[in-house]
């Protein structure tokens, strides 16, 4: 029986030594000459399994080291596709253009034109409407007024040829109209019979005086106003007739007080006109000004208005239009991100977009293009540039 148990427990201690060493503790070389073994079990049933030293694990891991920056570049690969997309949308490499694709670049600029359609009054710097005599009526009757209730679509310029006047300047003057653009359908409006100003007489005015200023005969001024006697009152109000607003106040009232589009420091590398296309050299009009800066620099609307288009096209890249009113547009080019949408109500200086290069581009800048009743106007005059 001794022996049977004898002969059993060494069998055992075989079976577990060989389990131990070659599925769990693989042989590293001699390890009895450099470890000192575990012990397990009793101390009649002990097996002594080796320590296994750090160095000689790394050694036998070794072997596969290679996968790990095979992983690596596995797990960076959607990364990096992302990440040379984005640059791709915004530094759009130069376009290398057939002599047939200049006809293209025509035909979008053309199509730009018919977007930025005249929405609103042809008038002169003056105020003069179209196709109206500028030369004032003479003055015969006392002024009359007329109450009006602005209907949906009309403007100030279409209102003041409907009632027979010339000037915008005497509905705006008249109604004491900061911004034509804040005008609304709905709004009650005073028509004079003919065109001219109001004047509040301040103190130490006279007839005299009034009559020199505006450079009316004192005599009309009696007759406009129905007036019995030369003597005023401070704060009396009196219609000068023929008069109107000088420019600098016109373009207050009509909401043409332009912002620069770029906050940041530009520079200017193309004005509007007739240029040395970049990439081709052939000559053709450039409609706007470009304004390098560097990309992500912010672009803000240089007056209120809706936005009429924002998308993007092979010439601009990504563009927006927007529309101001009273026949003005504007067309921001080349952006990296666009901000606004189509649709949208913008107020001047509000973010719209981003500087890019995308598009028929040689770097990133903003180009800027301003159209008045679908004609292209240099933003440079507006701007002050």
């Known amino acids: 029986m001794e022996i049977i148990s004898y002969v059993g427990a060494s069998r055992a201690k075989k079976t577990r030594a060989s389990f131990f060493s070659k599925v769990i503790f693989p042989k590293f070389g001699n390890f009895k000459k450099r470890t000192r073994p575990y012990e397990f079990g009793s101390a009649a049933n002990a097996v002594s399994l080796p320590k296994i030293h750090p160095l000689l694990i790394l050694k036998k891991l070794g072997k596969y080291f290679w996968t790990v920056p095979l992983f690596v570049t596995?797990?960076?690969?959607?990364?990096?596709?992302?990440?040379?997309?984005?640059?791709?949308?915004?530094?759009?490499?130069?376009?290398?253009?057939?002599?047939?694709?200049?006809?293209?670049?025509?035909?979008?600029?053309?199509?730009?034109?018919?977007?930025?359609?005249?929405?609103?009054?042809?008038?002169?710097?003056?105020?003069?409407?179209?196709?109206?005599?500028?030369?004032?009526?003479?003055?015969?009757d006392k002024v009359t007024y007329k109450d009006y209730v602005v209907k949906s679509g009309e403007t100030i310029g279409g209102i003041t040829s409907r009632f027979g006047l010339k000037n915008i300047s005497t509905i705006i003057a008249v109604n004491e109209?900061?911004?034509?653009?804040?005008?609304?359908?709905?709004?009650?409006?005073?028509?004079?019979?003919?065109?001219?100003?109001?004047?509040?007489?301040?103190?130490?005015?006279?007839?005299?005086?009034?009559?020199?200023?505006?450079?009316?005969?004192?005599?009309?001024?009696?007759?406009?106003?129905?007036?019995?006697?030369?003597?005023?009152?401070?704060?009396?109000?009196?219609?000068?007739?023929?008069?109107?607003?000088?420019?600098?106040?016109?373009?207050?009232?009509?909401?043409?007080?332009w912002a620069t589009p770029l906050k940041s420091k530009w520079r200017l590398t193309s004005k509007c006109g007739w240029r040395a296309d970049p990439f081709t050299g052939v000559k053709q009009y450039h409609p706007g000004m470009d304004m390098a800066c560097p990309t992500g620099t912010p672009i803000y609307a240089t007056m209120g208005g809706k936005v009429l288009a924002s998308g993007v096209s092979r010439i601009y890249g990504n563009y927006i239009i927007i529309d101001h009113g009273n026949g003005y547009q504007t067309l921001y080019g080349h952006m990296s991100k666009r901000i606004s949408v189509a649709g949208e109500q913008v107020s001047q200086n509000q973010k719209i977009g981003l500087v890019g290069s995308t598009g028929y581009s040689t770097g990133p800048h903003?180009?800027?293009?301003?159209?008045?009743?679908?004609?292209?106007?240099?933003?440079?005059?507006l701007l002050g540039k």
């Open 177 to 257: 109209i900061e911004n034509v653009r804040q005008v609304f359908s709905g709004q009650k409006l005073v028509i004079p019979s003919c065109d001219g100003l109001l004047h509040v007489v301040a103190q130490g005015d006279s007839l005299a005086s009034i009559s020199a200023k505006y450079s009316v005969a004192w005599e009309d001024l009696l007759d406009a106003n129905d007036l019995d006697s030369t003597e005023l009152v401070a704060g009396q109000k009196i219609f000068i007739p023929g008069a109107k607003l000088s420019r600098d106040a016109l373009r207050k009232a009509m909401g043409e007080t």
């Open 74 to 140: 596995i797990a960076l690969v959607p990364y990096a596709v992302n990440k040379a997309f984005s640059m791709m949308q915004t530094k759009t490499n130069p376009l290398v253009l057939k002599n047939e694709k200049i006809d293209e670049m025509a035909f979008l600029q053309e199509a730009m034109s018919r977007l930025a359609l005249s929405t609103g009054d042809d008038v002169d710097a003056d105020g003069n409407v179209a196709g109206s005599d500028v030369s004032l009526s003479l003055f015969q």
């Open 366 to 381: 903003l180009h800027f293009t301003v159209y008045k009743n679908g004609k292209v106007v240099d933003p440079q005059t």
